[in-house]
């Protein structure tokens, strides 16, 4: 296509439509600058709370995101983990281009058609999996970037930045929207002869193993990553994602919750509810994650996890 139609069609599209083309673009910069600060070596780590770190590849990425979303979309709420960023930022930080190919392929879906931008909460979480970052575990450091309407999560993109890191061709974005699908994966189903079940790694407690055991699966993946556990899922590596615990927020669960959903799967708190995603919410997941992929019953799993569990859950 030639280049003024594909320049009209980034300005001219409905909202939802470039507010997912531009995140593509946008977490494809914030993933290079991950890479960059790990390069160079000196993470800058500050630690904001018990098991709880930020990075300089955290505050800068947030930094490209913010600055670029924001001058995209001016009314739009935007709440990312790192706190109020300075958005003064390097000019090949400010992304001004939408995805094209999103833009191009895809028809917005007749319920956002009269979307404005003060309906929107965006939720940025510039790097899921901080802690597995500065420890190697590489593959599961992930961009969120989650579009929410009227409370609900309704579309996002997941960017991988270390995806086939030994290839040319490192990272990938995986979108989703409701009502429109997902790209950027070819989700594979998880097999039927086992159940699998991926949870945290390094924020387990009793609870959340006594969920887990009620479960009784045949394996149980512990991996870091909010972002990097819905990919899992969309993988066929496992059925369900169960963390009965707080500790998320709601920028770890915006966009996973998202392009799941967008999939066909559903992600929601320990007894079967899901978050807001308004602006005025509190940003803890309090009351844990439950998240299963199309195909799988999350009526079926919900019902296993026992009482003494939901009660432990804290009300959302
Ligand atoms: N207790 C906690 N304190 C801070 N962040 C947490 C906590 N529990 C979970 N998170 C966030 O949720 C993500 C998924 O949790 P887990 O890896 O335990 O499954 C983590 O990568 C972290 O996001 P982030 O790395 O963006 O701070
Ligand atoms: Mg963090
Ligand atoms: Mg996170
Ligand atoms: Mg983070």
Redesign the pocket.
């Known amino acids: 296509m030639c280049k003024n139609i594909l320049i009209a069609m980034a300005t001219s599209a409905p909202l939802v439509m470039r507010l997912v083309g531009s995140s593509i673009k946008i977490a494809n910069r914030a993933g290079k600058i991950i890479r960059d600060v790990m390069c160079r070596g000196d993470l800058g780590i500050v630690e ?1 709370g018990k098991d ?3 990075t300089e590849a ?1 505050r800068s990425a947030q930094r490209c995101i913010v600055a670029s979303l924001s001058k995209l979309f001016p009314n739009v709420t935007i709440i990312g ?2 706190g109020p960023s300075d958005l003064n930022v390097p000019d090949d930080w400010l992304i001004t281009e939408s995805n094209t190919d999103f833009l191009e392929k895809h028809k917005c879906p007749d319920t956002f058609l009269d979307l404005k931008e003060s309906d929107v909460v965006i939720w940025v ?1 510039p ?2 999996g ?1 802690s597995e970052y500065t420890q190697g575990f590489l593959e599961r450091v992930t961009v969120l970037i989650g579009i929410a309407v009227n409370d609900r999560a309704v579309g996002g993109v997941i960017h991988q930045p270390y995806y086939n890191a030994d290839s040319g061709d490192v990272g990938r974005t995986i979108w989703g929207l409701k009502g429109c699908g997902t790209g950027g994966i070819l989700p594979v189903k998880p097999p039927k002869d086992r159940f699998l079940v991926t949870t945290t790694r390094s924020h387990s407690n009793g609870i959340v193993q006594s969920a887990l055991d009620a479960l009784t699966p045949d394996e149980v993946l512990r991996v870091g990553g909010a972002g990097y556990k819905v990919l899992q899922l969309l993988e066929g590596k496992a059925h369900a994602y169960v963390f009965a615990s707080a500790g998320c927020k709601k920028w770890d669960t915006c966009a996973p919750e998202a392009v799941l959903e967008a999939n066909g799967g559903m992600l929601t708190d320990m007894l079967g509810r899901h978050y807001c995603y308004g602006k005025d919410v509190s940003y803890p997941n309090s009351s844990g994650v439950l998240g299963t992929v199309a195909g799988v019953s999350h009526e079926d799993i919900l019902s296993k996890i026992p009482d003494t569990v939901k009660q432990a859950m804290d009300k959302p």
């Open positions: 904001k709880d770190l930020q955290d983990e790192e979480d790097l899921d901080t």
